[in-house]
């Protein structure tokens, strides 16, 4: 791995570990590209439903997530990002000990990004598909 590369996956890393429910989560962002990024998380009991596949919601938070480190990517300048949108297909369930979600920017704005992620489980079946929008926050001048 390039040292520039290494210093922003360090960089997101660090940035997330200050988000108390990103780190009550244990999601890891595993690589970053420009307008990309896969992140996963441990799927343990507690995060699923009766069913015993994962609850929506943490399925949810993992891709709203991943939308926002691939936003953030292009952006690393901005305070962070914040979703304004998102709208998420439930295709199957998830299940194993952990989750995957890879996302990529679709279009890149000044303020404005539209972000795409799949959520998978290890084996690679899919389990949903987001389509989101975020704001960029700027530092004010």
Request: glycine letters at 10%; one cysteine or more.
């Amino acid at each position: 791995m390039k040292a520039d590369a290494h210093a922003k996956l360090q960089y997101t890393r660090d940035y997330q570990s200050r988000i108390p429910f990103i780190a009550h989560l244990g999601l890891v962002t595993e690589a970053l590209g420009e307008g990309t990024a896969r992140l996963w998380m441990p799927l343990p009991k507690h995060f699923t439903n009766s069913l015993g596949t994962a609850h929506g919601g943490v399925i949810m938070s993992l891709l709203d997530v991943a939308l926002c480190t691939a936003a953030r990517t292009l952006h690393p300048e901005s305070v962070g990002v914040v979703t304004i949108d998102m709208s998420t297909s439930f295709i199957g369930g998830g299940k194993g000990d952990r989750l995957v979600a890879e996302a990529r920017v679709l279009k890149d704005g000044r303020s404005m990004t539209f972000v795409e992620a799949e959520a998978k489980n290890a084996d690679g079946s899919l389990v949903a598909k987001a389509i989101g929008t975020v704001r960029v926050r700027h530092k004010e001048a």
